[in-house]
T-cell receptor, first 113, second 113 residues
Framework: TQLLEQSPQFLSIQEGENLTVYCNSS?????LQWYRQEPGEGPVLLVT?????EVKKLKRLTFQFGDARKDSSLHITAAQPGDTGLYLC?????????????FGKGTLLTVNP | KAGVTQTPRYLIKTRGQQVTLSCSPI?????VSWYQQTPGQGLQFLFE???????NKGNFPGRFSGRQFSNSRSEMNVSTLELGDSALYLC????????????FGPGTRLTVL
């Protein structure tokens, strides 16, 4: 069973601060995705990383895929209250027919004004 | 283009009853997958359908079943409901089986009393 562990589980910061969320596994994934979920809604895809060592930027968000494709991080610069939400990482299995996504339990981020 | 729609959005049932949830994927998307989200377990994969056939299945009991119609719309059914089935049930669609990005609906909040 492929497991993804996210840390921290909860994070409460002030507007303007920087933060990093981690997603770790002992398994190798063919790709890894990050989602943000707001209360009462489904998760929204932010980014997909595929290549080991890959770095992607989405405005103030920077995503990195580990060289061994077992871990990933999400860094937010100058956090805004609108960044509040549950951040989920999800790994897709490598090869074969295992296309189902394995999700971490998420990091609940609160950005206070 | 309309997003993934799920009906109903909220549902209250009692133990022993059965329930059917419906999902309409994004137009043109042929793969539909279902997830259960609870505070304790996070997002867990239920099953994935493509071309009216179940292609992948998660580790859930046989009380959980689903199907996909020729227009790609999908339904999932839970029989003999238990208190522990209370959760947010999320449907996600993607263009093809195993494609990188999935798009989630808002979910159906099921409460079992």
């Amino acid at each position: 069973t492929q497991l993804l562990e996210q840390s921290p589980q909860f994070l409460s910061i002030q507007e303007g601060e920087n933060l990093t969320v981690y997603c770790n596994s002992s398994s190798v994934f063919s790709s890894l995705q990050w989602y943000r979920q707001e209360p009462g809604e489904g998760p929204v895809l932010l980014v997909t990383v595929v290549t080991g060592g890959e770095v992607k930027k989405l405005k103030r968000l920077t995503f990195q895929f580990g060289d061994a494709r077992k871990d990933s991080s999400l860094h937010i610069t100058a956090a805004q209250p609108g960044d509040t939400g549950l951040y989920l990482c999800a790994g897709a299995g490598s090869g074969g027919s295992n296309y189902k996504l394995t999700f971490g339990k998420g990091t609940l981020l609160t950005v206070n004004p | 283009k309309a997003g993934v729609t799920q009906t109903p959005r909220y549902l209250i049932k009692t133990r022993g009853q059965q329930v059917t949830l419906s999902c309409s994927p994004i137009s043109g998307h042929r793969s539909v997958s279902w997830y259960q989200q609870t505070p304790g377990q996070g997002l867990q994969f239920l099953f994935e359908y493509f071309s009216e056939t179940q292609r992948n299945k998660g580790n859930f009991p046989g009380r959980f079943s689903g199907r996909q119609f020729s227009n790609s719309r999908s339904e999932m059914n839970v029989s003999t409901l238990e208190l522990g089935d209370s959760a947010l049930y999320l449907c996600a669609s993607s263009l093809e089986l195993g494609s990188g990005g999935v798009f989630f609906g808002p979910g159906t909040r099921l409460t079992v009393l």
